[in-house]
């Protein structure tokens, strides 16, 4: 097996009752690090310190991504319907992802964006204890955006 000490330097290719001896001078560990390898790797090591460190990366990498969900109103859209996206951008709010709020203009509509600030606030102001605002609302091009993150 090839065996690298505790500092990362190659010690070369041995046999293993040689590598296990050298790690019992060295007072710590052989691990195998690359089982699948030709011939194996193996590392002199505390292994209490591997099995940590691995442990530690595991847990890293089931970590929750935050992801940005979306909900789309227009100026019109009824109270009901509101109410809905609201129900909806709580939950994706307690999964603890971020939700940009869109009110989408179409044609004649750019002339009121009054009204569609009425209904982003309508939609900001229904959602205000579950979440905090990231970006207040903008208007890009054809539509009002703003993002609303959950609250710690």
């Known amino acids: ?25 060295a ?5 195998e690090v690359a089982p699948n390898e ?30 940005v969900k979306e909900i789309r109103v227009r100026p019109k859209t009824g109270d009901h319907d509101i109410e809905v996206k609201v129900k909806r951008a709580r939950e994706f709010l307690e999964h603890k992802d971020k939700v940009l709020v869109n009110v989408l203009f179409r044609g004649r509509e750019l002339a009121h964006i009054d009204e569609g600030r009425k209904v982003m606030d309508e939609v900001l102001h229904a959602l205000d204890d579950v979440a905090k605002v990231e970006k207040n609302p903008s208007m890009e091009g054809k539509r009002m955006t703003a993002i609303v993150a959950p609250r710690a």
């Open 38 to 67: 030709r011939p194996p790797v193996c590392k002199i090591m505390d292994f209490g310190k591997f099995k940590y460190s691995q442990k530690k990366r595991a847990s890293k990498q089931k970590q929750h991504q935050v992801q």
């Open 1 to 25: 097996m090839r065996v690298i000490n505790a500092e990362g330097a190659m010690l070369g290719v041995m046999p293993t009752g040689k590598a296990m001896e050298a790690a019992r001078e």
């Open 27 to 31: 007072g710590q560990d052989l691990v």
